[in-house]
């Protein structure tokens, strides 16, 4: 499984982006999905991630509220929608493919990163 994620960019706080992250192959839809960031100096962290039918979503307490991520199946794609963003928020963000929830590490498949930048 390969992952392409795209739409990272710079916005002003309060502003909003998407991020998608296309998948590769014929068992996307089996997959739980999950955006994880880094930020500058510190570790990756869990940001959101969907249950493989979509049905199920899951959130860091962050970004509980302003951020929604989606998913396509048909499309093999996952999205992120981030609003109200924050300086704070700025890191580069990855999609991830079959893993648990929100443990980076059992995450089996990774994209590269799309850096965004909030100005304040």
């Known amino acids: 499984v390969q992952l392409q994620a795209s739409g990272g960019g710079l916005v002003q706080a309060g502003g909003s982006l998407r991020l998608s992250c296309a998948a590769s192959?014929?068992?996307?839809?089996?997959?739980?999905m999950g955006w994880f960031r880094q930020a500058p100096g510190k570790e990756r962290e869990f940001v959101a991630a969907?249950?493989?039918?979509?049905?199920?979503?899951y959130y860091a307490g962050s970004v509980k509220g302003r951020f929604t991520i989606s998913r396509d199946n048909a499309k093999n794609t996952v999205y992120l929608q981030m609003n109200s963003l924050k300086p704070e928020d700025t890191a580069v963000y990855s999609c991830?493919?079959?893993?648990?929830?929100?443990?980076?590490?059992?995450?089996?498949?990774w994209g590269q990163g799309t850096l965004v930048t909030v100005s304040s």
């Open positions: 991830a493919a079959d893993g648990l929830i929100a443990t980076i590490s059992t995450y089996r498949y």
């Open positions: 192959g014929r068992t996307f839809s089996s997959f739980v």
């Open positions: 969907i249950s493989s039918s979509g049905g199920s979503t």
